[in-house]
């Protein structure tokens, strides 16, 4: 009996080592860095990249004067879509494409297909033009404008303000959605639900980002948010808002960002913090990740107000660009041509 029972208390601890060794092999596997797959190499570097239309876009400086939009489809195929003296912002999506961009004082925003073909101008003129979005069939984008000038009995506004517009299809009208008292428009963030947010900024030492909410068929917008510093806001698949915030119990603190998430009909709540400012927020495999805005960018997994930063592990000279839902885009380090050379990280 003795016997026998040894051999059961033996089984179970080979079973628990087993158990062990498989919980620690699979611990090991997510911290292990991931191998990276070619992609693109590019003779310039590059700039805010997004995902859309099973396409990596981004921007170039290729001189001190022209900026341009570039694509590469899955094969890693490029081709340059816009050049322009700045490209304010882009957004890829639904098959089509929403580029603002300046050519001397003249801004345009123009949608065209998904690979820059079939352009249509939706608004041009020597207002500032920023932001970009297109969700559910419409395209929106911020136009900035100047004080008005008064008439006599005229009540104006004695500020800039920033206007969100819409339109549903090209060669529809223009509709504004609303109008808001800040000098700079900044991101149309995103959707959710039957709400639409958009964030603008004001001029200080080290400047104001005001979120706000509306309507997505217009009306007066709510400010919901206010931060130090010019951040950075994506909604997320949960249809909760993100945004890069400054992290104030830090002594420098506009150097040191956290993130903070808003539920509906929710208080803000402070995520993971302590990370280099300046970065972006994305949606990778069902979390939302932050690339900082360090020297050498870090792919960071944001979770709970308890957690420290987690690095997503990459190898030794590999540095985070962006990310979409599946993959990382990452940069290799000091190419020695010069060349800026791109890689995808998936899923394992």
């Not at 995902?51 to 022209?66: A, F, I, M, P, V």
Request: aromatic letters at 8%; glycine letters at 8%.
């Amino acid at each position: 009996m003795q016997s026998r029972a040894g051999r059961k208390n033996r089984w179970a601890s080979l079973a628990a080592m087993a158990i062990m060794l498989v919980a620690f092999a699979a611990w090991a596997s997510r911290r292990l860095p991931a191998r990276p797959s070619p992609f693109v190499s590019s003779a310039n570097s590059v700039s805010q990249a997004e995902y859309g239309n099973d396409s990596w876009y981004w921007l170039e400086q290729r001189d001190k004067t022209h900026q341009v939009l570039v694509r590469a489809d899955s094969s890693g195929h490029t081709t340059n879509l816009v050049t322009a003296d700045e490209i304010g912002a882009f957004y890829p999506a639904e098959k089509h494409l929403l580029t603002i961009s300046r050519t001397g004082k003249s801004w345009t925003a123009v949608l065209s297909d998904s690979s820059g073909t079939s352009p249509v101008t939706l608004c041009s003129g020597s207002e500032r033009l920023s932001g970009a979005l297109i969700s559910n069939g419409r395209a929106f984008f911020l136009k900035s404008g100047e004080p008005s000038q008064s008439s006599p009995g005229e009540i104006v506004a004695l500020q800039p303000t920033t206007s969100l517009l819409s339109t549903s299809s090209p060669s529809g009208a223009l509709k504004t959605l609303t109008t808001v008292y800040e000098k700079h428009g900044l991101q149309v963030i995103g959707v959710s639900h039957d709400d639409l947010f958009f964030s603008a900024s004001r001029d200080t030492l080290h400047g104001v980002t005001a979120i706000y909410r509306v309507s997505a068929n217009g009306g007066i917008a709510k400010r919901i948010v206010g931060e130090t510093g010019v951040q950075n806001a994506l909604v997320g698949g949960d249809g909760a808002l993100y945004w890069t915030a400054p992290a104030h119990e830090a002594q420098n603190y506009y150097a040191v960002s956290c993130i903070r998430r808003m539920l509906p009909d929710s208080p803000p709540q402070t995520l993971t913090g302590w990370m280099a400012a300046g970065g972006r927020v994305f949606e990778f495999q069902n979390h939302i990740l932050y690339v900082d805005g360090s020297y050498t960018p870090a792919a960071i997994q944001v979770r709970s107000a308890s957690d420290l930063p987690n690095p997503i592990p990459l190898p030794a000279g590999y540095i985070a660009v962006a990310a979409n839902k599946e993959e990382i885009l990452v940069q290799k380090r000091n190419g020695v041509d010069g060349n800026t050379s791109l890689f995808l990280v998936g899923r394992r």
